[in-house]
């Protein structure tokens, strides 16, 4: 995400169809299908939602980590030279709300490595 986020570019680069993808100041599709904008930020996003059955984190991230190949060499080096930044932006349901994320430590350091964030929404029914 960041105010430079060329969408083409990281559709290009990751070899995949984003879920979501928004150019600064540039109207977007929201998941609704209705016509938004123009965007506050520019955002080229994949879920695991439809992919990963469960409510644990740590699956989710996996499999994020994997279908992006993050543990690319030359990540690091694209992401500061485009002006974005990496993260993981979670829903997270914790229901009976004495449950933690469980945030596996190899993600959490490629993540501190690329310079990412991983944000977490928990939200308790």
Known sequence: MGDAVEPTFWTEY??????????????????????GGPGRV????????????????????????QRLNLTRG???????????RLRFFCYWRNQSGDRAPDIPQDIRAMMEALGGTIEIDEYRD
């Open 14 to 35: 990751f070899g995949l169809s984003p879920d979501t993808a928004i150019a600064k100041g540039e109207p977007f599709v929201t998941p609704s299908g209705r016509l």
């Open 74 to 84: 030359d990540l690091p080096k694209v992401v500061a030279e485009k002006g974005v």
């Open 42 to 65: 520019g955002l080229w996003g994949v879920s695991s939602k439809r992919h990963v059955h469960s409510d644990d984190l740590s699956p989710h991230l996996r499999y994020l980590t």
